[in-house]
C-alpha cells in the first residue's frame, strides 16, 4: 500500500513565525502536491513538484514556498505566517500527472493565532 | 481556467435511500474524472475514476458514476446508502490544457441517518 505521511496532525504557531510542514511518500511516485482544504471550497491546489528540485505553482501560491531535496520528501513553508493560513493542509502524490490517482497523507490541521 | 461545480454542500438521507451527487465541470475537451472520498478523521481515498471508455463507470463501496459529455457532468449514485456511507465527497476533474492538476469541486457533505 502506497503511503503518504505528514509530520504533524495539529500545529499551532504564531503569526509572523516561520512554519514548515514535512511530508514523505514511500513509492517512490514522480509527483507531489500540496493542497489546502476549507470549507465550502474544497481543495486548492498550492504548489506541486514533478520532480526532485522541480517545483511549479498552482492556483494559490502567495505566502507559500516548497522544497524537494530528495525525492520522496516534499516541504511546505510558510515564511511568514499569518492568521489567514489557518486551515487544514494536504500532501499527495501520484505516478503520473495525467490518468494516476493522487494518494493523500491524513493532513495537518494548521492553527496561526 | 477549470472548474468544478458540485451542486449540493449538505445532503441527509435515511439508510436504504438512493443517493445522487451532481457534478459538472467547465472543460469542453478530453478529460479525466475522479470521485474522492473522507470518511471522518480518515485520508481522502479514490472512490472512483473514468479516463476513456465506457462512461459508466463503477467504484467501490457499491457506487457507480456516469460521464455525460454532452452535459459536462459526472454524478455519483448509489442505490441504498447504508450509515457507513457518512462521509465528504470531492468530484475531481483534470486535462492537459490545465497542465493536468486536478481541480476539485468544493464537495459534498453527507449524512445518513440510521
Known amino acids: 500500500d502506497v503511503k503518504v505521511t505528514q509530520s504533524s496532525r495539529y500545529l499551532v504557531k504564531r503569526t509572523g513565525e516561520k512554519v514548515f510542514l514535512e511530508c514523505v511518500q514511500d513509492?517512490?511516485?514522480?509527483?507531489m502536491f500540496w493542497y489546502r482544504q476549507d470549507p465550502g471550497l474544497g481543495l486548492r491546489l498550492i504548489y506541486f513538484?514533478?520532480?526532485?528540485?522541480?517545483?511549479e505553482k498552482g492556483d494559490i501560491p502567495e505566502g507559500y514556498s516548497v522544497s524537494r531535496e530528495k525525492k520522496e520528501r516534499f516541504s511546505l513553508i510558510l515564511e511568514s505566517a499569518s492568521t489567514n493560513q489557518t486551515s487544514m493542509y494536504l500532501c499527495?502524490?501520484?505516478?503520473?500527472?495525467?490518468?494516476?490517482?493522487?494518494?493523500f497523507g491524513p493532513g495537518t490541521r494548521l492553527t496561526v493565532t | 481556467a477549470q472548474s468544478v461545480s458540485q451542486h449540493n454542500h449538505h445532503v441527509i438521507l435515511s439508510e436504504a435511500a438512493s443517493l445522487e451527487l451532481g457534478c459538472n465541470y467547465s472543460?469542453?475537451?478530453?478529460?479525466?474524472l475522479f470521485w474522492y472520498v473522507q470518511y471522518p478523521g480518515q485520508h481522502l481515498q479514490l472512490l472512483l475514476k473514468?479516463?476513456?471508455?465506457?462512461?459508466l463507470v463503477k467504484g467501490i463501496k457499491g457506487f457507480e458514476a456516469e460521464f455525460i459529455k454532452s452535459k459536462f457532468s459526472f454524478n455519483l449514485r448509489k442505490p441504498s446508502v447504508q450509515w457507513s456511507d457518512t462521509a465528504e465527497y470531492f468530484c475531481?476533474?483534470?486535462?492537459?490544457?490545465?497542465?493536468?492538476?486536478?481541480?476539485f469541486g468544493a464537495g459534498t457533505i453527507l449524512r445518513v441517518k440510521s
Open positions: 499527495a502524490s501520484s505516478w503520473s500527472l495525467a490518468s494516476y490517482e493522487q494518494y
Open positions: 513509492m517512490d511516485h514522480e509527483n
Open positions: 513538484s514533478y520532480d526532485v528540485k522541480m517545483k
Open positions: 472543460y469542453g475537451g478530453t478529460v479525466n
Open positions: 473514468y479516463f476513456s471508455g465506457d462512461p
Open positions: 475531481a476533474v483534470n486535462n492537459e490544457e490545465y497542465g493536468n492538476k486536478l481541480v
